[in-house]
């Protein structure tokens, strides 16, 4: 049975780990959130570089053994993916603005990036624009409130609709574009309600599922998917799950949570 790591700033990975065990059933995961510094779009890129070499070294005390890990966090991926790779042999996936796949589908030419100030003005995030969306206008927005909105929301249970509002009124997002480009994790977790209020015609455009599939990808590439036949796959759909969870930060998570603190 593959394990499979997925880290994120605190728990915007969620909304990558729903695809993942969606595609992959069968794999032991764990969870790792850096929220003691929650959000990584207001870090700079030195100290993610140093928080992501930090987790590896982590996984080195703990001799887990971990088969791919994903940076589920667009600014980490984006600031930080190349440094890590140099740190490890383990396959390390990240998660990067989905701005091919919207430019392609986009009918109006005309799209929009929501992410977080560290990934909406980063030279990554510059050249997948200029790569692959040449014909298209591209709006960017940005926004660290919503990751605090999603953040309650997680924990909670409780949508804080009129602070979601508000955050939305001053984003102002332009009603012509037809793809909107969620570029945070966090983000996918509010997209119910960001259907609701945004305009009827705007199709919001996330990396969960492509990120699903490369790790799938990955793991038969390395013969260590553990796929098997269809009783093990039935077996898998019905086991509890067994994911581990771990946060830099334990005094922000609701009481009862089963999260290990950890130190990075």
Known sequence: MPHILVFD??????????HLKEKLPYAHYSYVMDNALLPYGLQSQ??????????????NRTQSTVDVIVIACNTASTYALDTARQ?????????VPAIKPAAITSESKHIGLLAT?????????????????????????????????????????????????????RLNINTNIDRLVLGCTHFPIMRKPLE?????????????????????FLLK??????????RERRVASNQVDLTLWYATDITAIKNGANVQLIKL
């Open 9 to 18: 700033s605190g728990i915007g990975g969620t909304s990558v780990l729903s």
């Open 46 to 59: 030195e100290t993610i570089k140093t928080r992501l070499v930090s987790l590896l070294a982590w996984l």
């Open 87 to 95: 740190y490890t042999d383990i396959p390390i996936v990240g998660v």
């Open 117 to 169: 100030p560290a990934t909406s003005k980063n030279t990554y995030t510059g050249n997948l624009i200029s790569a692959f969306a040449q014909d298209c206008q591209v709006d960017i927005y940005h926004s660290t409130e919503l990751v605090n909105i999603a953040e309650h929301y997680y924990w909670h249970q409780v949508w804080q609709l009129q602070r979601l509002r508000n955050e939305l009124d």
């Open 196 to 216: 609701a209020l945004l305009h009827d015609d705007l199709e919001l455009v996330d990396s969960g599922s492509a990120i699903a599939r490369r790790v799938d």
């Open 221 to 230: 590439q390395s013969k260590i998917n553990g796929i098997g036949d269809r």
